[in-house]
């Protein structure tokens, strides 16, 4: 039976945070795992620019006094979360968009083979929703059944033709080719898309059957 986006969100649960890419353990409240909850795929939690696995806390804490158990869960720590100035240039304890999309393609097989699920549901916040997106789109779609994203700017932070390497432009390639073709999400992985008041608000993405924006 196919889960729904609202389904997906209300749904609790938490997990290890692991060193490495993934960090420490995590105590939180635990609740009986409803019906609803044992049909939810694993989710996998994608922080920020810059930020760490531990800005998930409070929602592992309230997801599994829900109910969806703790090894259901997994929050990724990206090696190095801040972003590149210049997305091609090489630069020191900062990541490329394919850094990130290498990541999060291992955290997604890891928390496969620890779980023995064919799919996994990703929630991501700000830059993580480029590796969300990015990770979908050029290469593990099939892995993805949900895709949550969380006040990320889609179309850029700035939109000028300076720095245009940089991955937060409108006009860079990174994001140019990320939202290329008729509809912004892809198909075969359900997309909800939750928005900030502050940016991003000037255009759409295109809806595509079964996803919303």
């Known amino acids: 039976m196919g889960i729904s986006r609202r389904a997906l969100l209300g749904a609790a649960g938490t997990v290890p945070l692991w060193s490495g890419g993934l960090a420490g353990s995590v105590l939180a409240q635990s609740a009986p795992a409803s019906q609803t909850v044992s049909e939810i795929p694993p989710i996998l939690l994608v922080h920020g620019n810059g930020d760490h696995a531990a800005l998930w806390m409070t929602t592992l804490w309230r997801l599994e006094s829900n109910g969806v158990p703790r090894g259901r869960m997994l929050a990724i720590n990206f090696t190095d979360p801040l972003a590149r100035s210049d997305d091609a240039v090489a630069q020191e304890n900062r990541s490329s968009t394919a ?69 937060f432009n409108g006009r860079g390639p990174f994001l140019r080719e990320l939202n290329a073709g008729e509809t912004e999400v892809t198909s075969g992985t359900a997309f909800l898309t939750l928005r900030s008041e502050g940016m991003d608000n000037r255009r759409r993405p295109c809806r595509q059957a079964g996803h919303a924006d």
Not at 102 to 127: C, F, M, P, W, Y
Request: charged residues 30%.
């Open 99 to 167: 850094d990130q999309r290498r990541e999060l393609a291992e955290a997604i097989g890891d928390l496969k083979r620890r779980t023995g699920a064919s799919r996994v549901a990703l929630v991501g916040n700000s830059r993580g929703g480029y590796a969300i997106r990015n990770v979908i789109k050029n290469g593990s779609g099939a892995d993805v059944s949900h895709a949550v994203l969380c006040g990320v700017p889609n179309h850029g932070v700035f939109d000028w033709e300076d720095n245009r390497g940089n991955e």
